[in-house]
């Protein structure tokens, strides 16, 4: 009796169309990429280049040398790199405490609640993330000279939370919408109040969310400029601004080295904290708009 063996079927070619998508996927994320990453590459080359070669256009590192981070925190030229450091904290860590308490309590709120005027509301808020940041200069400014406000923390504080926050609610209020509102209802006939079901059941599941926004909202503190150049002083100046006035040993010379050293250093832990962090990222982002 003879045993006939199962033949493998022949592997299927690959049609030409997918492979052109999948060159044309390639091709558009090194694009990508390449755009992205380019100015950071080369920032950090001029970064570890030695001053006299800072218009060098070799594209690898050449030169190198660490004269530029010791000339970023050299304060005999005036600059105040470690302390505008300190203040880019200060003001980025207040900011983002104050507008997760308010924004988490805002989107819950607007994804639990149902009131008169509720898409009203959304929409005033999400229009507020939109309003143009130089249209406030000139009123903030004359504001918080009127009450004493200028070159202190509060005046770059208030402006940032009130940016930040329409961000925060809008991602929130996102996330808590698809929540299962079951366990809040089981809570609440377990004997929990309203309050309780909420620090202790709703909180907790969208902790990836708030995770996720407190990182954006973060940086998006640290990297203002406009309304940090106008109001801040010299001792309360954040990392963008002291950049920005940069001296070197030569006042008709940029110091562009020192610069893009300073870049570096700011650049650097944000960078990592993405990379370390960037599936709670994806995930707070992600979850609040897939339905199960």
Known sequence: MSVRTAEKPAAQAVPWTQRLRSVRLYVG???????????????????????????????????????NFRNAFDTSRGN????????????????????????????????????????????????????????????????FTNIGWIGKYQAMIVPNISFVLPMTVYILASFFAELPWELEEAARID???????????????????????AILAFIAAVNEYLLARLLSSGNTEPVTVAVARFSGNNP??????????????????????VLLFQRRIISGLTAGGVKS
Request: hydrophobic share 60%.
């Open 191 to 213: 004997g929990a109040t309203k309050a309780q079901a909420f620090r202790l059941v709703m909180l907790p599941l969208a902790a990836p969310a708030v995770f996720t926004t």
């Open 252 to 273: 008709l010379v940029e110091p562009y080295a020192a610069i893009m050293a300073a870049g570096v250093m700011v650049s650097i832990p944000l960078v990592i904290m």
């Open 80 to 143: 105040n790199f470690g302390k505008a450091l300190a203040n880019s904290v200060i003001i980025g860590s207040i900011t983002t405490v104050v507008a997760l308490v308010l924004g988490v309590l805002a989107a819950y709120a607007l994804a639990r609640l149902t009131f008169r005027g509720k898409y009203l509301v959304s929409g005033l808020i999400l229009s507020a993330s939109m309003f143009p940041v130089v249209v406030l200069v000139t009123p903030l400014f004359q504001l």
């Open 29 to 67: 994320v090194a694009i990508v990429l390449i755009w992205g990453l380019g100015p950071f590459y080369w920032m950090t080359v001029t970064a570890f280049r030695d001053p006299d070669y800072t218009f060098d256009s070799t594209p690898w590192p050449t030169h190198l040398t660490f004269e």
